[in-house]
């Protein structure tokens, strides 16, 4: 899905700083993980869902983090490896988030206000351009279709095809954050401790964020489930038996008689908050 140049913004462009020589993948994205830790200590709420944009946009740290994402540009994101590179993009993705809606001119309640967010916020990785939509669907989720537009973000002979992540771990949807209330919290992760983290993060989205009612046959899931059922299953029914390990045991044991009933399920989905996930200095 081609971004609308008139409004895409490429984030990490300006000069290499002179005489700095450039990092490799690895050790660039071992140095934006501890920027990062910084800045969720500094500027965000201690479970990592409030953040406080105006001190970030302020702070020392985020300019630090500005500078090191110039070497993005340099970086050979094909020598990463699988684990390396899951944890490499989602951090990024994080970081192209908080770094896209900080950065904005005016004061935001809504990442919606933002025209073509996911489209048109970009980083340069490597030598090509990747917006939040093409790092999310186009890389992490193995070049799946859109759930908006229904089209595949890298087409026919797009060289970014290459670095699309082959077996997709739909646990990624537990640890993107795009700066909706509703979003998860935000963690950073590396290559050692990523199924770690997507298991701890799964198991808190899916506590939080399912509700399952044996009386009903009733089951209420986030809009992420909505949105994204395919990459858990084809139906109700799979995408709830997909989470089924994330879950308490007593949810569990609710859980399985529902979908081992031979009636029809019903599914609701929450409303979505898209207000920012906005944690005011002082306040919070």
Known sequence: IEADTALMAVLNAGDLPVG???????????????VMLRMKAEHMSDDGRGV???????????GEY???TV???????????VNEKIAFFINVYNALSLHG????????KSVLEVQGFWRNTCYNIGGHVFSLDD??????????????TGQLCFQGDDPRCKFSVHDVDPRIHFALVCGAKSCPPIQVYSPTNLERGLLVAAQSFCEQEIDVDVADKMVTL???FQWYGSDFGENPREILRACLPYLSETKQLVARELIDSETDLTVRYNDYDWSLNEKFSGRL
């Open 20 to 34: 700095d020589d450039s990092r490799s993948a690895v050790s660039l994205s071992r140095e934006l993980q501890m």
């Open 101 to 108: 809606l900080a950065v904005h001119d005016k004061p935001l």
């Open 135 to 148: 790092i999310e669907h186009g890389i992490l989720r193995g070049n799946r279709s859109h759930p908006s």
């Open 222 to 224: 986030s809009k992420i």
């Open 71 to 81: 070497f993005l540009r340099t970086v050979d994101i094909e020598s990463l490896e």
């Open 66 to 68: 500005k500078e090191k």
């Open 52 to 62: 406080d944009y105006v001190g970030l946009k302020k702070s020392p740290v985020f």
